[in-house]
């Protein structure tokens, strides 16, 4: 269910997406430069080499050793490349390969205590938002478990990174990717930070990474990427503070690009009824740990419009609102 929806006759929808998590911002101009400057060099016609550059570049921005990073087609294929053998903390992001799962604690927020030797779960999660405690991840490395975060959405959310433990505990893996926090989904790339990255790049294929991508994210300006990013949590945190509160909708507490939700109706017929207006929002029915009431919306810069049409919706439902 997720991805957003489905392109219709080989073209994108026209519907505004809003079950599909992006930075608010959008892309920025200096993707688009070079998105454009790598057609112009016409890089589709070489095979990119072992993306020497791109490690590099990445290791710049995060201030870690390129030895750590590894590089993929997404995040997910990163993650589809771990292993077996995981706990999952649930609801999570649905990819992750899970042999054990137990349940967060469902409050205003969600909270996720780390369980189990061999443990993975996203940072801010998805779809719940919420963020892990940094003493509680300490704890967790140091009594030496494996474990890996998921900071798909970390740059442009408002939580602090654990890049800055994983030279100090061999037992962290990263995982991210730049293709939400600079609003590219379909310019794939994720990458790994960790001492495992290695160990995982050797399951992957060869040139994962099409030639656009490695040209584009290899030729970032550091500057204007940690820029960029803090630009975004700053937006995010305006959003946050101005979103617009619906009678009979339950806002569980985010600190990401997006809000999960729980209304007094169905989330399917609820996404039935947004399709008439224009809308679309992601019907969390199918996460471990949540009701078929809960509903996911990313925080576009148009998110009171949505929230306005949820509100038309459930008002007409319930003239007594």
Not at 95 to 123: C, M, T, W
Not at 183 to 191: D, E, I, Q, T
Not at 232 to 252: A, C, H, P, Q, V
């Given at each position: 269910?997720h991805g ?23 892309v ?9 400057e ?11 080499d ?6 590099y570049?990445?290791a710049?921005?995060?201030n870690v050793?390129?030895?750590m990073?590894g590089v993929?087609n997404?995040?997910s ?5 771990l292993?077996?053998g995981?706990?999952?903390p649930?609801?999570?992001?649905q ?11 469902e ?9 189990g ?9 998805n ?17 030496g478990?494996?474990?890996v975060?998921?900071q ?7 939580v602090?990174s ?17 293709t939400?926090?600079?609003?590219v989904p379909?310019l794939?790339?994720?990458f790994t930070?960790g ?6 790049e ?6 994962r990474?099409n ?10 300006d ?15 945190g305006k959003?946050?503070d ?11 507490k ?6 999960l939700?729980?209304s ?5 017929e609820?996404?039935?009824k947004?399709?008439?207006k224009?809308?679309?929002v ?8 949540l009701?078929s009431?809960?509903?996911?919306f990313?925080l ?5 419009e ?9 008002r007409?439902?319930?003239p007594?609102?």
């Amino acid at each position: 269910m997720h991805g957003g929806l489905s392109w219709s006759h080989g073209k994108p929808p026209t519907i505004r997406d809003f079950s599909v998590n992006l930075n608010p911002l959008g892309v920025p101009s200096f993707i688009e430069e070079l998105i454009y400057e790598a057609v112009k060099v016409k890089a589709y016609r070489f095979y990119p080499d072992d993306y020497r550059d791109l490690k590099y570049k990445i290791a710049e921005i995060y201030n870690v050793d390129p030895e750590m990073i590894g590089v993929f087609n997404g995040a997910s294929e990163a993650i589809s490349l771990l292993g077996r053998g995981f706990f999952v903390p649930e609801p999570n992001y649905q990819e992750y390969y899970r042999s054990n799962v137990y349940l967060a604690e469902e409050g205003e927020e969600f909270r996720y205590p780390l369980q189990g030797d061999k443990l993975i779960v996203s940072h801010p999660n998805n779809p719940t938002g919420a963020a892990l405690k940094e003493q509680e991840v300490t704890l967790y490395l140091e009594q030496g478990k494996f474990l890996v975060i998921d900071q798909s959405f970390s740059d442009i959310s408002l939580v602090p990174s654990f890049v800055n433990l994983v030279k100090e505990f061999p037992n962290l893996l990263i995982v991210s990717s730049f293709t939400k926090s600079f609003s590219v989904p379909g310019l794939r790339l994720g990458f790994t930070i960790g001492n495992e990255s290695k160990v995982i790049e050797k399951r992957s294929i060869p040139w994962r990474i099409n030639s656009i991508a490695y040209y584009v994210f290899a030729n970032l300006d550091v500057r204007e990427v940690r820029s960029f990013f803090e630009m975004s949590r700053n937006t995010l945190g305006k959003i946050l503070d101005n979103i617009k509160r619906i009678s009979g909708i339950k806002f569980y507490k985010s600190f990401a690009p997006f809000i999960l939700a729980e209304s007094s109706i169905a989330s399917n017929e609820l996404n039935k009824k947004l399709l008439l207006k224009g809308f679309y929002v992601r019907d969390c029915a199918n996460f471990v740990g949540l009701r078929s009431t809960h509903f996911r919306f990313s925080l576009r810069p148009d998110v009171n419009e949505l929230l306005e049409a949820i509100d038309d919706i459930l008002r007409n439902r319930n003239p007594e609102m």
